[in-house]
């Protein structure tokens, strides 16, 4: 255990393993950071004897592996596994279940996932079943066939917190795996294999890449069968990433620890101006006592923190909210989460608009919601940005 190579130590903090797990010197010419092998194919002396590790990049790739690698070491996992994106994660996982297997959900999922569970899973024999209250409503939801329970927390976009342990107790009590994307919080501020998970996914495009410039996703996990049954598909299915991406994501990596902090930090700022705002009906950020599961928070999150993502719903209607994002300055109205830059969107127009609106509400998605990423800038300019355009959205409804 005392190595950090290999992927699940226990022995060095946070940032030490951010910095090094996955990051061998190169043993030809010492390079401190590994080079990209943007080749292919690798040669082989004799036939199916290969000169090193790899034969075909599909399969496996130095920069893949040291990325890896570095996941696992930070979920505390003995494996990862990379894909081309977070919805490819979210695929080979589903498709790795037989025909008439059953899943449980949480209703407040990223809408990306609700259309693979709805339109695609479906097609293949895998039915969903949604429930906005996963804790109470579990145990009723298992049938004989339920192979997966579902979790997202915090939930996207209103940041509902999920207590992973409750659930996963009573899951693993009927021999049922339990899969939690961990996107909003990074393993910087939640490890969910440590409160009974059996498998963590990530939209590696968000906070672990960090920097907005690559589409990658990644499930970590313990388990040898989970190993064998998912490389397959990742090779067989062929989603992975290429080396050029693994290597920038793995850069990105290794900074996790520093800007997870301050997007909090700034989060923190943001949430509490908005609940004083008389502009604002409602916030949801994990981070504060206002948040109806902050308890979950301070036992699943590190220091009880929040993140860097809130959201909340302002006065006006969805015109007001569709406002505030114009008259934004530093927040940029775009999809996405997670990097060094703090964007805002509306979620029922935007990043969920698939969702049909009687859902969508159930699950406290309205039309008047407004869901930031707070980035890493300096608090007080973000503050006022917000402020300002609060200000000028309760104009334009008076006008």
Request: hydrophobic content about 40%; glycine content about 8%; some cysteine.
């Amino acid at each position: 255990m005392g190595s950090i190579e290999n992927g699940h130590t226990s022995e060095r903090g946070f940032g030490t393993l951010a910095v090094h797990a996955g990051s061998p010197h190169d043993p030809v010419t010492g390079a401190v950071i590994a080079p990209i092998s943007l080749s292919t194919t690798y040669a082989q002396t004799s036939v199916g004897n290969p000169v090193g590790l790899y034969e075909y990049t599909r399969s496996s790739n130095p920069n893949r592996d040291n990325f890896e690698q570095a996941i696992a070491a930070l979920e505390h996992a003995k494996y990862a596994l990379a894909f081309s994106s977070g919805s490819a994660a979210t695929a080979n996982i589903l498709q790795s279940l037989a025909a008439g297997s059953h899943v449980i959900s949480v209703s407040d999922v990223y809408g990306g996932t609700h259309r693979y569970f709805t339109k695609v899973a479906s097609a293949h024999g895998v039915q969903v079943t949604f429930t906005p209250s996963i804790e109470s409503d579990v145990e009723k939801l298992i049938r004989p066939e339920t192979k997966l329970v579902w979790i997202e927390t915090p939930s996207n976009p209103t940041l509902g917190l999920v207590d992973i342990r409750a659930v996963a107790n009573i899951a693993h009590q009927h021999g049922i795996q339990v899969v939690v994307d961990n996107t909003f919080m990074s393993p910087y501020v939640q490890n969910p294999l440590d409160h009974g998970a059996d498998i963590v996914v990530h939209s590696v495009t968000k906070y672990i890449n960090g920097h907005s410039d690559v589409l990658m996703g990644v499930a970590a996990f313990n388990s040898e069968t989970l190993k064998e049954r998912l490389g397959f598909l990742q090779n067989a299915i062929g989603a992975v990433p290429s080396a050029f991406d693994c290597w920038l994501a793995h850069r990105g990596l290794k900074t996790l620890h520093l800007r997870a902090r301050e997007a909090s930090k700034n989060a923190t700022v943001i949430a509490k101006a908005l609940e004083s705002s008389p502009h604002v009906i409602s916030v949801n950020y994990p981070g504060i006592d206002s948040h109806p599961h902050r308890a979950i928070a301070l036992k699943q999150h590190r220091d009880g923190m929040g993140g860097g993502m809130l959201s909340f719903r302002i006065k006006g209607g969805q015109q007001a909210a569709h406002d505030f994002c114009k008259f934004t300055k530093i927040f940029t109205l775009a999809e996405s989460l997670g990097g060094v830059e703090s964007l805002c969107e509306v979620p029922s127009s935007m990043t969920h608009a698939g969702i049909p609106k009687e859902q969508r509400e159930a699950a406290g998605v309205f039309d008047d919601l407004v869901r930031m990423s707070c980035g890493i800038e300096d608090a007080v300019d973000l503050h006022a940005d917000v402020l300002q355009a609060l200000s000028l959205a309760a104009v334009a409804q008076k006008a």
